[in-house]
Nanobody
Framework: QVQLVESGGGSVQAGGSLRLSCAAS????????MGWYRQSPGKQRDLVAQ???????KYTDSVKGRFTISRDSAKNTVYLQMNTLKPEDTATYYC??????????????????WGQGTQVTVSS
């Protein structure tokens, strides 16, 4: 099994910054993509940013130029630097990792894991 542990959420005023971290552990052979999603009450969980094993990144339009996703592959850790935060960024942020786990029955098990979520609150 693969576990993701997030940290770094909190409360900040509009215009401020926060940095989220997510560390993956467990039976991991390779992580292909790591990403951050967010969900507000009554809304669906949406992708915020994603990074591949090769370093390619993708962002939702509303955070481009403000958020930066990065990855330390040696530590199986992904970061989300959030600058110029806005009240509409308020949500629970979830880390996601997709990759290959244990070698079993002549193939690698695929996994898609989620963190427990960390709250980000931006006040105006």
């Amino acid at each position: 099994q693969v576990q993701l542990v997030e940290s770094g959420g909190g409360s900040v005023q509009a215009g401020g910054s926060l940095r989220l971290s997510c560390a993956a552990s467990g039976s991991i052979s390779r992580i292909n993509t790591m990403g951050w999603y967010r969900q507000s009450p009554g809304k669906q969980r949406d992708l915020v940013a994603q990074i591949t094993s090769g370093g390619s990144t993708k962002y939702t339009d509303s955070v481009k130029g403000r958020f930066t996703i990065s990855r330390d592959s040696a530590k199986n850790t992904v970061y989300l630097q959030m600058n110029t935060l806005k009240p509409e960024d308020t949500a629970t942020y979830y880390c996601n990792a997709v990759g290959l786990g244990r070698w079993i029955l002549l193939r690698y098990e695929e996994f898609a894991a989620w963190g427990q979520g960390t709250q980000v609150t931006v006040s105006s």
